[in-house]
């Protein structure tokens, strides 16, 4: 297949040319006029499976023939050897193990780490582990370290290191990559001692693992050995070649270059002993834009040699031939930016064209999909969703999360609402029965038999009682069979975790009276995690006992290294490819997206392990490497037919940084005004900009006329007959909400969970205050701080959330000692009664058919039959003028008093009105009866109501708020926003 020769043979393809198609060209060219079985001797080493499924491809659109002997570099070996090697250890089994190792030692060192950090320490070791395997660094390596001068972690980081020293012994059972390792070093040896006769050809890799270096250099020295490199640059001259490998390091330990992405090609010759002149073309093929290539080269230079911009810019030509087919969009947004890109993978579908989106931004990349989604256009994403994020996922991750909790509410109708629940059995039932049980563990409606609520935590007694009242035992049954288990505490053994988390997750899938749960495991996702959950338990008895939480953490990390790919109606041009698939394929209209740093290319992860100088006493990769190879493919991608170049110009709320390749591109353009730079780049930014303007036009909402400022006007038969005294606040500030809520009769859905707001401490320390007070009335010994205190603790327990009981207790701690000296002038006032807290009453309006209503928290009468009315208020009570406009609430509530609303009360006058201050401003504050009486505020009450009733009355939205910021519950059936609160009110009959 080769001429003999003594030096190594290298050859090479230029960035933009189909490396698939080329390889088998050149192979065929190569293999004519010898007979078809030669073929099927030829040994062809690839980089990836899905490049050896790209060269199957390209073989199967020729002439009909034989297929060379195909293997993959990670396993270099034919099938036959292959059998007598030993399997791998799993990568998910070595991290098992790597995690049990790490916890025994954060146990006997907690000092080393935090324990939340286990699963992290685990992957990051293991992806160490791996590095040194393939790099040929032993671990004795890490122990020369002299880390004397450095901080005291990473001394501890190399003790945490000593737990993994064992794997690299020589009887140990060996990982995937010790295994190519042995491999490479086996095959080595065989081809030293005897040469192949047969051709050995290694392609599309660039030799950036030290193993596949090694790899290489051995294949280009055989004498039927070749390797074919993909993406080299042969527009660089040699003084940059040699600039590459500049042998002094510099004092950070980076290698000069080690950034470009020539510089794996560079460090292979090097190796070889070779020269770039020495590496000759595969075959005759020219990339489709020679121009282009030899731009980007002179635009990718290493940083020190940049300014041959100037020598060897002028030699370019005419820009305008390099980038008539490139365009460079710059977003305002990644929004904006993934829907340009979707409008343009629409276009291509529409004509034909294969077009692909090259990033690894995996936002961007789902943005996209979701913009093309209206169009019904699936693309063929070969990353996928991950798999916690799919359907199943997401109801095994659920189910998860019951284990370390009791059942709550929330918890309950999360995995009832999901679709795949239930789905072995009646589901129209079934989502009417959870429609119906979501009502009732709010509180919002009461079956009849039914214990009251709401139920934040409902237990098996209240959800069978449920079941009772509605007629549907079976199915609340199933509820309590499933859900209602105690959470579980301690350590269990891996496997038992993974067999009850799947049986108990096929439960709920099965359904009420159904035993199939198929329906979690169909279509690709369910098959997909099947074989995750599958993997998982086969190696379960590697992973440490762990606790509930810790166990869902581990659940949910291995799904999200599941990819669940939409293949069945993906669009057959369509495809978003990350850069590592991007290298194997070719399409007619490449888009790079997300090209900003920080994104393309990544910033290089942070080593927990060890620093840049530890990396590099050691021989170990250095960060720069992944730039490199982001550059590298930056490098291919940017060589094809058509290309699209993608940034936002801020993401997140913060402004972003182009990509380091587009802002050198840029630069180089505008220095070169006699070659048309300048006019070449804002040819391509007005590319860019037409298709901007594009999805700024799709974006842009129909014109429609802004919903006035509401101001309804109901018949008034339909008007509110009945409000409490807590409610004409509302009616004064916001009349709109008493329309909502007493005409539309529409309320707020309670929560499932009621969160710890100012409203559940409000209700809490009422309950506490009430019975402090009635359990002191006949000991007033027992009037003490300590026995507040000791009312706190028992009111608070009914309040979910430990923390908050602890925040709530210690604010009423630090005014405990002013409240009980307050409550002893108090009653010297006025003896309280049991009977006179939390006292109902209510009233009707003369001349109208309106009755008030209301719950005064607490009316002593003193011994000249004087009423003092008193109200606790956990926030800041009302000022004097706010309850003489708007808080209304103690001075009605004495007017009720006089009207004897409050039954058994009947008290000669009102003594006074009280609030009694519980939180920051703690204290009396009393209000000024001679300033406003409680009959002055029943007259203008009564002319309230009256014109209220009145026939031409609109209920105005949001008519005098105390503040703007201040949000109300129908704020938007009001449609505000759309109106401002200085627009005038529109009235409207409404029937």
Request: proline share 9%.
């Amino acid at each position: 297949m080769f001429s003999p020769d003594h030096g190594p043979r290298l050859f090479g393809l230029a960035p933009g040319i189909d490396f698939a198609r080329e390889l088998v060209a050149g192979l065929r060219a190569r293999m004519e006029g010898q007979p078809p079985e030669a073929m099927a001797r030829v040994e062809l080493i690839v980089n990836t499976g899905r490049m050896r499924r790209r060269i199957e491809e390209a073989f199967a659109e020729g002439t009909p023939g034989f297929l060379p002997r195909m293997r993959l570099l990670d396993a270099p070996v034919d099938p036959v050897a292959e059998a007598d090697l030993p399997a791998p250890v799993s990568p998910l089994r070595r991290r098992l193990e790597l995690t049990r190792l790490v916890s025994g030692l954060l146990e006997a060192q907690p000092d080393l780490a935090p324990k939340a950090a286990l699963f992290d320490l685990a992957d990051s070791l293991a992806a160490l582990m791996d590095e040194m395997q393939i790099e040929g660094v032993p671990p004795e390596a890490l122990s020369r370290l002299d880390v004397s001068d450095m901080s005291g972690h990473w001394a501890r980081a190399l003790r945490f290191l000593t737990i993994v020293q064992g794997y690299f012994d020589a009887d140990s059972a060996p990982d995937a990559a010790c295994l190519q390792r042995r491999i490479v070093d086996a095959r080595i040896a065989a081809w030293q001692a005897a040469p192949p006769d047969h051709p050995v050809v290694v392609a599309g890799s660039t030799g950036s693992r030290g193993t596949t270096l090694r790899l290489m250099a051995a294949v280009a020295r055989l004498p039927q050995g070749a390797v074919v490199l993909p993406g080299f640059d042969t527009d660089m001259p040699r003084h940059v070649w040699d600039q590459l490998l500049d042998a002094e390091r510099r004092t950070d330990r980076t290698q000069p270059g080690e950034d470009h992405p020539q510089y794996r090609f560079a460090r292979l010759l090097d190796a070889l002993g070779a020269a770039p002149q020495d590496v000759m073309r595969w075959t005759d093929a020219t990339p489709p834009a020679p121009a282009r290539n030899r731009l980007v080269s002179l635009a990718l230079r290493p940083a020190p040699v940049t300014d041959q911009w100037l020598e060897e810019g002028p030699s370019l030509g005419p820009l305008a031939e390099a980038t008539d087919r490139v365009t460079l969009v710059e977003a305002a947004t990644r929004r904006e930016e993934a829907i340009a890109i979707a409008l343009r993978l629409r276009q291509a579908a529409e004509d034909g064209v294969r077009a692909a989106l090259v990033t690894p931004d995996r936002q961007l990349s789902r943005m996209v999909t979701a913009a093309l989604d209206r169009w019904e256009i699936v693309p063929d994403d070969s990353a996928g969703v991950p798999g916690h994020l799919s359907p199943p996922g997401r109801l095994l991750r659920h189910v998860a999360a019951l284990y370390p909790v009791p059942l709550s509410a929330e918890a309950l109708i999360e995995v009832l609402r999901h679709p795949l629940t239930h789905r072995g059995d009646d589901t129209a039932r079934h989502g009417l029965w959870r429609q119906e049980l979501d009502l009732f563990l709010r509180g919002t409606r009461r079956p009849e038999g039914a214990p009251p609520g709401p139920h934040p935590f409902p237990d098996a007694e209240v959800l069978r009682a449920w079941g009772v009242a509605v007629g549907a035992e079976a199915w609340a049954g199933w509820i309590v069979d499933t859900f209602c288990q105690p959470p579980v505490g301690g350590l269990r053994p891996l496997e038992d975790w993974v067999a009850d988390h799947v049986a108990r997750t096929e439960a709920v899938v099965a359904g009420t009276a159904a035993d199939d749960p198929s329906e979690l495991w169909a279509e690709e996702a369910g098959r997909t995690l099947r074989a995750a959950v599958d993997a998982l338990a086969r190696e379960a008895d590697a992973g440490a006992p762990l606790d509930a939480r810790t166990y869902s953490e581990l659940f949910t990390g291995i799904l999200q290294r599941a990819e669940v790919r939409r293949t069945e109606d993906a669009h057959p041009l369509i495809r978003i490819w990350g850069t590592l698939e991007a290298r194997a394929m070719g399409a007619d209209l490449m888009i790079l997206g997300g090209l900003n740093d920080g994104s393309w290319p990544e910033i290089p992860a942070a080593d927990p392990w060890l620093n840049r100088r530890m990396r590099a006493d050691t021989g170990l990769l250095l960060p720069e490497r992944r730039i490199g190879l982001s550059a590298h493919d930056f490098q291919q991608a940017v060589a094809g037919s058509e290309v699209w170049l993608t940034r936002a110009q801020t993401a997140d709320e913060a402004e972003t940084v182009p990509s380091r390749w587009v802002n050198r591109l840029a630069n180089l353009m505008r220095g070169l005004g006699a070659q048309g730079g300048p006019e070449a780049l804002k040819a391509m930014q007005a590319r860019g900009a037409r298709w901007l303007d594009m999805a700024r036009a799709l974006e842009e909402p129909i014109a429609t006329r802004p919903a006035p400022r509401p101001s309804p006007v109901p018949p008034v038969d339909a008007r509110p007959k009945k409000l409490s005294v807590t409610r004409i606040k509302t009616l004064l500030r916001d009349p709109y909400a008493i329309y909502a809520q007493s005409v539309l009769r529409l309320r707020p859905l309670d929560p499932l969970q009621r969160p710890p707001d100012a409203l559940l401490r409000g209700i809490a320390l009422h309950g506490v205050v009430e019975r402090f007070v009635s359990e002191t009335v006949d000991t007033p010994e027992a009037l003490t701080p300590e026995r507040l205190m000791a009312a706190a603790e028992a009111g608070l327990a009914e309040v979910p959330f430990p923390a908050i009981r602890r925040l709530w207790a210690a604010r009423l701690a630090r005014v405990s000692r002013g409240f009980v000296t307050d409550e002893a002038e108090r009653r010297r006032r006025a003896q309280p009664h049991p009977d006179r807290l939390e006292v109902k009453g209510r009233v009707d309006l003369q001349g109208q058919p309106f009755t008030l209503t209301g719950t005064a928290d607490r009316i002593d009468i003193d011994e000249r039959g004087g009423a003092w009315v008193y109200d606790y208020k956990t926030g800041a009570p009302p000022t004097q003028k706010q309850e003489r406009h708007f808080d209304k609430q103690l001075l009605l509530e004495a007017a009720m008093l006089m009207r004897g609303a409050f039954p058994d009360l009947a008290p000669r006058h009102v003594a006074g009105l009280v609030y009694i201050g519980l939180g920051s401003k703690a204290g009396e504050a009393a209000l000024d009866l001679d300033e406003v009486s409680p009959e002055q505020i029943w007259d203008e009450f009564a002319r309230l109501i009256a014109a209220m009733r009145a026939e031409d009355h609109g209920f105005t939205a949001r008519r005098a708020m105390e503040e703007d910021s201040h949000g109300g519950d129908y704020d938007h059936l009001s449609r505000l926003g759309e109106w401002e609160v200085t627009d005038t009110p529109e009235t409207e009959r409404v029937e």
